[in-house]
C-alpha cells in the first residue's frame, strides 16, 4: 500500500525563508522568492531522497488555529508574540504553486497543522500506510513506531529508537516528557526543579503522568519495611503536555 509523506507547511516556508544564505528575487527584483522556491526546493528533494513513493500532502495550519489552542492552554506561544512573520506574505504563492504542481494540500481553520498530520498518521498506520513527517517539531516524536518516521528539513531522519536512545523513553511517552521537562518553543513551563534525566527516571518503565503517584507509592512501600517509617513519594497535580487531538483532515 502507497504511504504517506506529510509536510508541516508553515514550519517550512519559516525554515525556507530564514534558511537560505541569500534571498532569491524575480528578475526584476521587485519581488522576493525565497519562501516560495525554498519551500518547493526543500520539500522535493525530501521527498526524492526520503519516499519518492510516498503520497505527498502539504498541511498548513489553520488561520484561527493558535487562537483556539491559546484559549485552552493560557500563554500557549506568547513568547512568539514579537516574532517575525514575514514568510506569511509567501503564503498565497506557494499555494498556487501547490497547485501547479498537483500536490495536495489542506488547511482547516481552527487546527494546527500538527493536529491533522497526527490524525491523517495514526489513520494511515491502521490502514497499513508507512508515514514520513517532514517537519523539526519534537510534538511529532510521539508518533514514531516502526512504520512512521520523522524527516527534519536539515534531512534528519528520526526514528523510535533514536528517541530511546537520547531520551530513555519511548516516543508514546513524549507528551508525558514534555509536560514535566516543558517545552521553550511553545511556552510551556513544565514543572519546577525536574529536568531531563529526571523526567526520564519517572518514566523508567513506560510509566504515564497519571500511573506516577501509584508507582511511586507502590516503590516506596516497597523499599521500608513500615508504612510509619516516612511518607509515601507521590507526585500532585501535573500540567497536560500537548497532545495531538483527533480531526479528520479536509482536501
Same mark, same amino acid.
Given at each position: ?29 521587485? !519581488? ?22 510516498? *503520497? ?6 489553520? *488561520? ?22 514575514? /514568510? ?18 489542506? *488547511? ?45 528539513? !536539515? ?10 536512545? !537520547? ?7 513524549? /507528551? ?12 510551556? /513551563? ?34 521500608? /519495611? ?20 483527533s480531526h479528520s483532515p479536509t482536501r
Amino acid at each position: 500500500m502507497t504511504g504517506l509523506f506529510l509536510v508541516d507547511g508553515h514550519q517550512l516556508l519559516y525554515c525556507a525563508w530564514f534558511g537560505f544564505p541569500a534571498r532569491i528575487t524575480s528578475r526584476d527584483k521587485t !519581488r522576493d522568492l525565497t519562501g516560495v522556491f525554498g519551500f518547493l526546493a526543500l520539500m522535493r528533494k525530501a521527498h526524492r531522497l526520503h519516499a519518492p513513493d510516498h *503520497e505527498l500532502v502539504v498541511v498548513f495550519d489553520g *488561520e484561527h488555529a493558535a487562537a483556539r489552542r491559546a484559549a485552552a492552554v493560557p500563554g500557549y506561544k506568547a513568547n512568539r508574540a514579537g516574532a517575525d512573520h514575514t /514568510p506569511i506574505a509567501s503564503l498565497p504563492d506557494v499555494k498556487r504553486a501547490l497547485d501547479a504542481a498537483a500536490v495536495r494540500w489542506t *488547511e482547516i481553520d481552527q487546527m494546527e497543522a500538527d493536529d491533522v498530520i497526527a490524525t491523517a498518521t495514526t489513520s494511515a498506520v491502521q490502514a497499513g500506510r508507512s508515514v514520513v513527517c517532514y517537519s523539526s517539531d519534537r510534538d511529532f516524536y510521539q508518533l514514531l513506531r516502526p512504520t512512521v518516521t520523522v524527516v527534519t528539513p !536539515r534531512r534528519t531522519v528520526i526514528t523510535a529508537a533514536d528517541i530511546h536512545h !537520547r531520551y530513555r523513553i519511548h516516543p508514546r511517552q513524549w /507528551p508525558d516528557y514534555r509536560a514535566l521537562t516543558g517545552d521553550l518553543a511553545d511556552n510551556i /513551563p513544565g514543572i519546577r526543579g525536574i529536568g531531563p534525566t529526571t523526567a526520564a527516571m519517572l518514566l523508567t518503565d513506560g510509566w504515564h503522568l497519571d500511573q506516577l503517584p501509584t508507582a511511586l507509592d507502590s516503590a516506596t512501600h516497597a523499599a521500608t /519495611p513500615s508504612p510509619t517509617n516516612g511518607p509515601s513519594c507521590s507526585l500532585g497535580a501535573t500540567p497536560s503536555a500537548y497532545v495531538p487531538t483527533s480531526h479528520s483532515p479536509t482536501r
